[in-house]
C-alpha cells in the first residue's frame, strides 16, 4: 500500500469530507466571534477551535480558510465609507479560489496531519515533525507569492513533543499573512506555551434539531433515529455517523436487552456478543461496544441523580435504569465502576488481551454489581 491509498486522518468515514461540507449548524457563536476579529481588523494570526470531537471544528476550520483566502485583509473605508462588514462566513462555491480547495489544489492552504508510518503500510499514531518540515517548506515556497495562507491543523493535540516543539517555533515567529487554525479535541494535550498564543473558538455540543439538520447535509439516513443519535452521540455529529455506519443504534440495543433482565445473565446471549467483535476486520465494532458498554454505565450513574434518561436510545431503557439505579448510592455504585472499567478497558486494549474475554469480564463485573 502506498502513502496515497491511506484513509485521510481528517475525514470522518462515510462522511463528505470537512473542506467540502459547506454548512455549518449549531456554532453561529463560533462563527460570530471570528468575524468580528476580522472587520475590527484584530484577526489574530492563530485562532485554536476547540470543543468535543464531532461538533463542526474542522468544517469551521475550513470555512474560515474559504472566507480568508477570497475575500484577503478586511477592507479600509474608501471615498464612500466603508464596506457593508460580512454577516457571515459564506463563500461564493463558484469562486475560482473555492473551486480549487474543493480539488485540493489550492496553493494558499497547507493541512497538517497525520502521515504514514515509516513503512507507509498505515498511519502514523501522531503527527510526526517530519510533517512540520513539510510545513515549513510550503510557508518558504509559497510566501514568494506574497498572498494570504492558512496553516489547518488537524488535530494539533495529535503531534508528538518534537512536531509540536517544531510548530511552536512557526506560531512565536508567524509569517507574515498567514493564519493558523489548530483543530484539537483535548487542548489540555496541547503546549502551554502553544494555547498561549492562540485565541480560542469553542464550539459547543449540537441540540437534537442542529444534529439532526447536520446528519441530514451530510447524506445521513437516521430513518426516524435521530434523538436515540443525539443521546448516544453527545451531540457530535461525527459520533453519530460513526454509530451510523458501524450498528451502533442496534449494538446499544442489544446491550439493553442483555442487561434487562439483571442480575439474572443470559450467558449465550452474552457469549455471542462477545464474540461478534473478534477479529482484525471486527476492531471498528470492538472498539464501538467499549465505548456503548462504558456510556451505558455513565447513563445509569446519570439516572440514580436525575432519573432515566428520557429520551430513551433503545426500547426498555428507562424501565432497566430507574430499576438498577433507583437513588444516589446506586449511582455513585455505578459510576465507580464506570471509572474502574473504562480503565480496565483502556489498559486491555493496550496489551492487545483477547477482545472476547475483556468484553466477557465487563459483562460479568456488571452483573455482579447488579445483585
Known amino acids: 500500500m502506498s502513502a496515497e491509498d491511506l484513509p485521510d486522518p481528517t475525514q470522518v468515514e462515510g462522511a463528505p469530507h470537512p473542506r467540502d461540507t459547506v454548512a455549518l449548524f449549531g456554532q453561529e457563536r463560533a462563527e460570530a466571534d471570528f468575524l468580528t476579529a476580522f472587520t475590527t481588523g484584530r484577526l489574530h494570526h492563530a485562532w485554536m477551535l476547540t470543543g468535543p470531537r464531532g461538533t463542526g471544528k474542522a468544517t469551521l476550520a475550513w470555512r474560515i480558510t474559504r472566507f ?46 497525520r502521515g504514514p508510518n515509516a513503512t507507509e503500510s498505515a498511519l502514523s499514531l501522531d503527527i510526526r515533525v517530519d510533517e512540520v518540515r513539510k510545513l515549513k517548506n510550503f510557508l518558504q515556497l509559497s510566501a514568494a507569492e506574497g498572498g494570504r495562507r492558512v496553516v489547518i491543523v488537524d488535530a494539533a493535540d495529535e503531534m ?54 447536520a446528519l441530514a447535509a451530510a447524506g445521513a439516513e437516521t430513518e426516524g433515529e435521530e434523538e ?3 443521546a448516544l452521540a453527545s451531540g457530535s455529529v461525527g459520533e453519530a455517523i460513526r454509530l451510523l455506519n458501524l450498528g451502533g443504534l442496534e449494538t446499544y440495543a442489544a446491550l439493553v436487552a442483555l442487561f434487562a433482565p439483571l442480575p439474572r445473565l443470559d ?35 446519570r439516572a440514580g441523580l436525575a ?25 455513585m455504585k455505578w459510576a465507580s465502576l464506570h471509572q474502574s472499567l473504562g480503565t480496565r478497558a483502556r489498559h486491555g486494549k493496550g496489551v492487545n488481551l483477547d477482545p472476547a474475554a475483556l468484553v466477557m469480564d465487563m459483562v460479568l463485573e456488571m452483573t455482579a454489581a447488579a445483585a
Request: charged content about 25%; aromatic content about 4%.
Open 68 to 113: 480568508l483566502l477570497t475575500r484577503g485583509a478586511a477592507e479600509p473605508a474608501g471615498l464612500f465609507g466603508a464596506p457593508e462588514p460580512p454577516s457571515s462566513l459564506d463563500t461564493d462555491p463558484d469562486d475560482p479560489v473555492c473551486r480549487r480547495i474543493h480539488a485540493g489544489s489550492e496553493a494558499g492552504v497547507f493541512v497538517l496531519k
Open 228 to 230: 436515540a443519535l443525539a
Open 307 to 331: 432519573g432515566p434518561p428520557l429520551p430513551e436510545a433503545a426500547p426498555g431503557e428507562a424501565e432497566l435504569m430507574a430499576r438498577l439505579a433507583p437513588d444516589g448510592a446506586a449511582a
Open 267 to 301: 450467558r449465550p446471549k452474552a457469549i455471542a456478543l462477545a464474540d461478534s467483535i473478534t477479529g482484525k476486520a471486527n476492531e471498528p465494532r470492538y472498539d464501538l461496544l467499549l465505548g456503548l458498554i462504558e456510556l451505558f454505565l455513565a447513563r445509569l450513574a
Open 160 to 213: 508528538n513533543t518534537q512536531a509540536a516543539n517544531a510548530l511552536l517555533k512557526l506560531l512565536e515567529e508567524p509569517p507574515e499573512r498567514v493564519t493558523f487554525l489548530l483543530v484539537t479535541h483535548q487542548p489540555a494535550r496541547l503546549l502551554p506555551t502553544i494555547r498561549s498564543r492562540c485565541r480560542e473558538l469553542r464550539l459547543a455540543t449540537l441540540a437534537p434539531a442542529d444534529m439532526a439538520r
